[in-house]
């Protein structure tokens, strides 16, 4: 399935970096998160994880791959994309920028589950709906 991005922007922040300044690796995924966030919110609708009062998202699988650093005070954008890699899981795939240079990529998996009984469901069909309009939008 063919996808479209959501960019997020924001700025490296002092609890993001160690003590030269660098964003620690760990930061990026702030980055992924603060950025699904709004693309939860703004696109899907959502409160995100918790889509209703059973079904909720939790991460199954995580990577980053680093090229270049970011350090305190840079503005980078963070795109986003979503697929539906199964009947239970979506995959958020993110690139972030500083300029025109990408200086990370990552991806985050998701698994809808019951939270009251903590087994994985299948993904409620609003969500389907709303992610497979989202990769239509040109």
């Not at 703004?42 to 090229?67: C, G, K, T």
């Not at 990370?104 to 009251?116: T, Y």
Request: with cysteine; aromatic share 16%.
């Amino acid at each position: 399935m063919a996808s479209k991005d959501f960019v997020w922007g924001e700025t490296v922040r002092i609890y993001d970096t160690d003590t030269e300044g660098i964003a620690h690796y760990a930061g990026y995924y702030r980055f992924f998160t603060d950025a699904f966030e709004q693309f939860a919110k703004n696109r899907l609708l959502l409160d995100w994880p918790l889509v209703n009062n059973r079904v909720w998202f939790v991460v199954v699988e995580s990577y980053a791959r680093y090229y270049k650093p970011l350090r305190l005070g840079d503005r980078m954008r963070t795109h986003v994309n979503v697929e539906i890699v199964g009947k239970k899981a979506l995959a958020f795939n993110f690139r972030i920028y500083k300029n025109a240079a990408m200086v990370c990529e990552g991806k985050i998996v998701q698994v809808a589950i019951d939270r009251r009984a903590w087994k994985a469901v299948q993904l409620p069909k609003s969500i389907v709906a709303k992610v497979k309009s989202f990769n239509k939008e040109s």
